[in-house]
């Protein structure tokens, strides 16, 4: 069964998040405070989680950060804070996608149903055989898609929903110039909230993980004007 964390503090809308929930047939987790969620997070596994940025104590931000410390799981935002720079901010913390307050519950269930739909990112598991070396100059960087895994050296490395989306469709295509619009209708291909500026908040946060030093990419490069290059090295 699908295990689902709600942290909300507004009672009303968080009873409202499990009925709906629930009726899909999901298992609901409930939280009003991120201090009780992260202890959900650590004391088992949570396939998704729908968080509200203004909390009581620490704020949704926060615990996006913290949470991503422990879990993959795909977060999805649900908030009334609506200004583009909150959304770069939730991004940039971890989160993989972000809902508008008020919300019909159709688009929070399609936000759910396509979040589940991604590929599971292997939080325990080891890189198979069938990876393709992205990079071999500071140690062998193998992405494997089967085994949904990014190693460096053997170590592997943690991948949000979102990151293994966009790396999926850049090594496909590497050394080829992918736009922004192109990586956006593939990484939120089942229904995105169109501002292509959140691509590049990804690339920033993908770009900490597979470059040697990320504010100067040699392997994830821009291309001004057009988009983003993988360089396989």
Do not use: C
């Given at each position: 069964?699908?295990r689902?964390l709600?942290l909300?503090d ?9 009925l ?11 939280a ?25 104590g620490v ?7 913290q ?8 977060i ?9 720079t909150?959304?770069?901010?939730a991004?940039?913390?971890g989160?993989d996608?972000?809902v ?8 929070v269930?399609?936000r ?8 599971t990112?292997?939080e325990h ?6 990876g ?5 100059t ?31 469709a ?17 990484a ?17 946060r993908l ?27």
């Amino acid at each position: 069964m699908t295990r689902v964390l709600v942290l909300e503090d507004d009672d009303h809308l968080r009873t409202s998040l499990r009925l709906m929930l629930e009726q899909d047939g999901k298992e609901v987790v409930e939280a009003e405070r991120a201090e009780t969620a992260l202890q959900a997070v650590l004391a088992g596994p949570v396939d998704v989680m729908l968080v509200d940025l203004m909390l009581g104590g620490v704020d949704g931000f926060t615990f996006i950060r913290q949470a991503r410390q422990h879990t993959t799981a795909p977060i999805i935002v649900i908030s009334a804070r609506d200004s583009t720079t909150d959304v770069v901010l939730a991004l940039e913390a971890g989160a993989d996608d972000y809902v508008r307050k008020p919300f019909d519950v159709e688009e929070v269930q399609a936000r759910l149903a396509a979040a589940l739909r991604r590929p599971t990112i292997a939080e325990h598991g080891s890189a198979g055989t069938s990876g393709k070396v992205l990079d071999s100059t500071h140690g062998p960087l193998v992405f494997d898609q089967d085994a949904a895994s990014l190693t460096r050296g053997g170590e592997e490395i943690h991948l949000t929903h979102t990151e293994y989306q966009l790396l999926v469709a850049l090594s496909a295509h590497a050394g080829q110039v992918l736009s922004r619009s192109t990586l956006l209708a593939h990484a939120w291909s089942d229904g995105h909230y169109g501002d292509e500026r959140v691509v590049d908040v990804h690339v920033r946060r993908l770009r900490t993980k597979i470059e040697a030093d990320p504010g100067r990419p040699q392997l994830l490069s821009t291309v001004r004007g057009l988009g983003y290059r993988l360089n396989v090295r």
